[in-house]
């Protein structure tokens, strides 16, 4: 099976404290370190996972600059056999719709039986996926915890519902499927191993390559801000011991003992 | 009355003889194939360096083999053991006469003439009979008694009791059968000079003899000389089948002993750091890719179970018995590399032999390593396995986040690299006490190598402040690396990501080497082993404790009296201070100095010091278990009379403060770092402000 | 402005609450609007659903069959795309459905695309301005949203108030008109939650702990103050992604849905997605070592302390008060 992983070059929120920067209008950059996405990792994964019981290759791309190579480094290094960067002056700005259309033109001019994005990515939109399937005219699930391969032309799949259960479902290849986090335990990749794919050449395709014609944005970011704040709790104030006390009476008053 | 010797006697037409021939012969050639295929593995295995330092070599050989300083540990099974082992010593020269004697009828070593034969004699004789009575009161023990150490897990097999009382018994066959033929010739009438030591197992059986026909004599001699000619060479050839293969391998296995503490075995012997990269594959993933040296362990062990007694992971029943690690070993390579048969192919070692959790389970404490009385080393192969597993990406989610952040931010924790000396610029710290930043060209003759735990952790903090108000008041002029410092690695390293490793050290070495101070100082005992032990081309590296004892004895302390009288004080060793480097004593001294100080020692203290479960990454890790150890050790604190305990690591102070809580002991035990405990009794003369 | 149209979630019959705040979401975004409902189903829950909604909305269009009981994207998307007039512009509540089908549905329609919208700001000429959370909830952003050729909009639950109720909407029945229902994704089936011992959605006083609990051996302090209140203990995602407690424990969008009296946040962040599981406003106590949680806002009472060492102390005083 031909798999491709679209990943994405975020600020990794478990080593970040995203906050705003001092003007207060976008997010403070200084300290960041970034990676991959956590859900495209997981989605990384399960493409290695598929592969290895039913044979095939795994090909990752991202969109960005020559910053996104270490991530398709890392991804290599855990498994994925080949890694292409997709980078133009044209691909800068852009939303997830025009995302979705540059990878969409790349996925036409090639051949793959399984296309897997993250659920989500750092902004929380969740879309380009979906949007991607839309494009590529091929049947889509989002938010899906558990792949089967059941022959060369369908996939059982499990979506990740509310109340923690699963909805299980028949589609067919080719088709688009965007992951979500839990579905795996990713494995790690050690200094080692990317130190061995150090070399390993990545093929960087601009617009004229994959076909793309510009589409304008649909949805354009003005700034970032913090939210006022409501009121909120009432804060208690004193020792632990007062505290404890204040708390008990609170707890009584309101039938929180039994 | 008289009788003949194996080498006369004939029987049904056949000289005896023949047999004393035919069975040593036979014997030893096949005992030599069977140690020939057991060498097989040993060829296949990886490189190992122990050719050298011969004499420190040697210096163990006489106290660790020779000696079995370590054999007492374990009282009652020590001096058994003891008995028989140099019994056995004592008892060689008279086995391989009586080979001898069996085609040549008056055999008799040459030196062993005149009085030194007679007091030959009587050692022999003597040795048997304590031989004996070891074995019979050993039998007793595993048989009877069944001390629980000796115990196995329903997971790890059958019961090895049955292996341990057949070979008693056959050592007690030997004894008995040994003593007999002495016994029979002598009642028949023994030759001048021959004669049994009084009340030896010889001497009984004279007794017992007594009055006997010649026939029955006779019966006797022979019967029991082939007894104990077929029982010794049966014996030898059984030996490389189990346990016991110890008697032929122990002097080798302490011979090849591992020479230092707190190290780690590089990934290949005989590999330069730039040829790493092009290996296949690193650590342990297959049985032959242990060293020599570790296969020689494997055949080694003696099930004696004193490792697993002593493993705190095993004690909060995690799922690592150190002795199973070594044993289920041994038997993957006798299955893999058979006597009767060829090589097999053998499977993976984690997911067949062992499982991941076992190999995660371990907080290197050395525990094992310091009471094996074979010298057996654990901390090496688990560091190779853990090699393997993070080769293969098989590590816990819990463990790759530490790791990911120590690798983007220099820390496990994750927190920015500009936090990291943060705690110096505290308003009132900085007031009374200044600390350099080593930055931008500003140097010291003392670096304080803070590490990641001191820098993040707000409780260590406040201990690195008070470390700082100490060295300030004894006028050192020393600073800390701050953002240039990363976590020196010391679990980095004994976790398996090597290479990560080699790139925090490149790291560190550079910003160290760019001050260039003359010292380094730590209150991190992970830190100093690794520093001294892992690094290279530092300046000396010193454990806060040792710079305390200096200023103690130049007199820089002046202590105020303990407040609390009536507290009674004990010292838990941190594994990485006792065990690892041998710092026992400097910490006593500190607190023996405190006026007023009353201090007692809990059961497991030096180098039998009960871990706390461990630092760095360590305390990231999710284990299964019972209990926790802090838990398990907090308990021994009280169970010694303590109402203080008192660590010298940050690790040790965390796990135990919590474990504190959970077990409800609030109200009976407090926890304090030795530096802050020392510090709060400093007379501190205030620092002169600016210039008057 | 275009017609502005509302998909009905719902389930068992039951209009869920987004049913109704999306109305008010509709108005926010233009108060002249007199929103459509589009309600798909079979036909007995459509019935049902287009009753409890129609006061509400200006239009209730309803469209049922077979093929729509279970809502599968891939086939409602079809269904949405022939029934929406060009330039339109829909609103969804956010959850696992709108993410599988409306990025989709807006390719298709080649109408823009916004989800897990919080907040609108205003139109100019034709565009919208909203607000959304980024980055896990750490900070907001404005962006604006082109409507010039429709827009599919996805609004987070909670985000509106319902409003009062008005005049009844007129049903439209477009069962006729539905044309293929074929998808190359078939719904096999629902494999629901395991209950666990406990249902915490049954729970009248829970004992909610999160990432600050720091080792699965501390729970046993959670478990011991639970004891002590006669409360059930829950607990936030982290909590069951480190495999500490089981599924059935899980408060939040992804877990349960709770609602007791009282419930007390120990060590508990407060990210949406677990305060989306709370409903019916119970007496919210926080305890966070953290100031700033996130928590603090949704809480009627707030401490800032370390709940490992904190616990114990409540416990103890708990116990001392009986």
Known sequence: MNILVCVKRVPDSSENEIRLNREGNDIDTDDLVYAVNEWDNYAVEEAIQLVDKVGGSVTVVSIGTEENEEILRREMAMGAETGVLLSDPLFEEADGRKLAAILSAYISKNNFDLVLCGAQADEGGAQVGGMLAAMQDKPYAALVNMIEVLDDNKLKIGREIEGGSQEISEIELPCVLSIQTGINEPRYVSIRGIRKVASVEIPTLGAADIGFTDVPLRLNKLEYFQPELGEGAEMLEGSEEELADKLVELLQAKGGIK | ?692 | MAAIFVYITHKNGEADDTAFELASAAKAIDAAAAPSAIVLGSSADVEQVASQVAPYYSEVITASHDALQYPNAEVQRKVLASLLPAKALLLLNHDSFSMDLAPGLSIVLDAAFASDVVAFEGIQDDTLQLARQEHGGAVSSRSTCSLENGAIISVRAGSFKAPEAGAQGAVVDKSADLGDLSSKRQFVEVIAAEVGDVDITKSEILVAVGRGIEEEDNLDLVHELATAMGADVACSRPVVDAKWLEKSRQVGTSGQTVSPKVYLALGISGSFQHIGGIKGSPFIVAVNKNKNAPIFQAADVGIVADILDFIPVLTEKINASK
Request: glycine fraction near 8%; include cysteine.
């Open chain 2, 1 to 692: 009355m008289d009788i003949v010797g194996p080498a006369q006697f004939v029987v049904l037409g056949i000289k005896t003889q023949i047999f004393s021939i035919l069975i040593p012969v036979v014997a030893l050639v096949l005992f030599a194939y069977i140690i020939s295929k057991r060498l097989i593995p040993l060829r296949r295995a990886a490189q190992d360096e122990r050719f050298n330092r011969f004499g420190e070599r040697l210096a163990q050989i006489w106290s660790l083999w020779l000696l079995q300083v370590k054999q007492p540990r374990y009282m009652l099974a020590g001096v058994l053991h003891m008995a028989i082992f140099f019994g056995f010593l004592v008892l060689m020269l008279r086995s391989i006469a009586l080979v001898f004697i069996g085609f040549q009828g008056d055999f008799q070593w040459p030196f062993l003439d005149g009085s030194l034969g007679v007091g030959y004699t009587i050692a022999k004789d003597y040795a048997a009979t304590v031989v004996f009575v070891a074995c019979v009161v050993a039998g007793i023990r595993r048989g009877i008694v069944k001390p629980p150490r000796y115990a196995v897990p329903e997971q790890y097999g059958k019961d090895h009791t049955g292996e341990a009382v057949f070979v008693l018994a056959l050592i007690s066959v030997l004894m008995i059968s040994e003593s007999l033929f002495d016994a029979s010739k002598l009642v028949a009438g023994g030759e001048v000079g021959h004669f049994a030591a009084p009340l030896s197992l010889a001497w009984f059986f004279t007794g017992m003899l007594r009055g006997s026909s010649t026939e029955l004599l006779q019966g006797t001699h022979i019967v029991s000389y082939y007894v104990h000619d077929l029982t010794f060479f049966y014996f030898l050839c059984f030996l490389p089948f189990g346990k016991h293969f110890h008697v032929l391998t122990s002097f080798f296995n302490v011979l090849f002993l591992r020479l230092d503490r707190g190290t780690v075995k590089p990934v290949r012997y005989g590999l330069a750091k730039e040829e790493l990269d092009d290996l296949e594959s690193f650590g342990v993933k297959k049985l032959e890719d242990f060293t020599w040296k570790h296969m020689l362990d494997f055949y080694s062990c003696a099930d004696c179970g004193r490792c697993s007694d002593q493993c705190p992971a095993n004690a909060v029943k995690r799922p690592l018995s150190p002795r199973f690690i070594t044993i289920k070993a041994r038997d993957l390579l006798f299955k893999t590399f058979p006597v009767w048969g060829q090589p097999q192919e053998a499977p993976a070692l984690i997911g067949g032999i062992y499982t991941e959790d076992e190999i995660w389970s371990c907080t290197t404490c050395g525990a094992c390593e310091e009471e094996c009385p074979l010298a057996i080393e654990y901390i090496d192969k688990i560091v190779d396995l853990r090699r393997g597993l993070i080769d293969e990406g098989m590590v816990p989610q819990s463990l790759q986040k530490p790791l990911n952040a120590l690798e983007k931010r220099g820390n496990p924790y994750g927190k920015t690299a500009k936090q990291r000396g943060k705690w110096i610029e505290e308003e009132e710290f900085a007031q009374t006490v200044p600390v350099k930043l080593l930055q931008g060209g500003e140097t010291a003759d003392t670096l304080f190598f803070v590490d990641s735990v001191g820098s993040y952790d707000d409780r260590i903090i406040e201990i690195n402040r008070k470390a700082a108000q100490l060295l300030h008041h004894m006028d050192k002029d020393f600073g800390i690396l701050g953002e240039q410092e990363k976590d020196a690695g010391n679990e980095i390293r004994r976790f398996g990501e090597e290479m990560l490793f080699q790139e925090i050290k490149e790291h560190n070495t550079e910003a160290i080497l760019e001050v260039a101070p003359q010292e380094i100082v730590t209150t991190d005992p992970h830190t100093f082993n690794t520093l001294r032990k892992d690094y290279e081309g530092l300046p000396p590296v010193r454990h806060i404790s040792q710079v305390l004892v200096e200023g103690l004895a130049q007199g820089k302390f002046s202590l105020r009296p303990l407040e609390e009288k009536d507290l009674v004080y004990t010292y838990h060793d941190p594994c990485y201070l006792g065990r690892h480097n041998l710092l026992y004593d400097e910490p006593r001294q500190l607190l023996d100095a405190l006026p007023g100080m009353k201090r007692v020692e809990m059961e497991k203290h030096r180098d039998r010091s009960f871990c706390c479960s461990g630092g760095g990454l360590a305390l990231f890790y999710e284990p299964e278990e019972e209990t926790r150890m802090g838990v398990v050790r907090v308990q021994m604190a009280r169970e010694a009379g303590a109402d203080v305990l008192v660590t010298a690591c940050p690790f040790c102070l965390i796990n135990m403060e919590d474990a504190v809580k959970i077990a409800g002991l609030e109200n009976e035990l407090k926890v304090i770092d030795l530096t802050e405990l020392f510090a709060e009794q400093v007379e501190f003369v205030p620092t002169v402000a600016a210039a008057v």
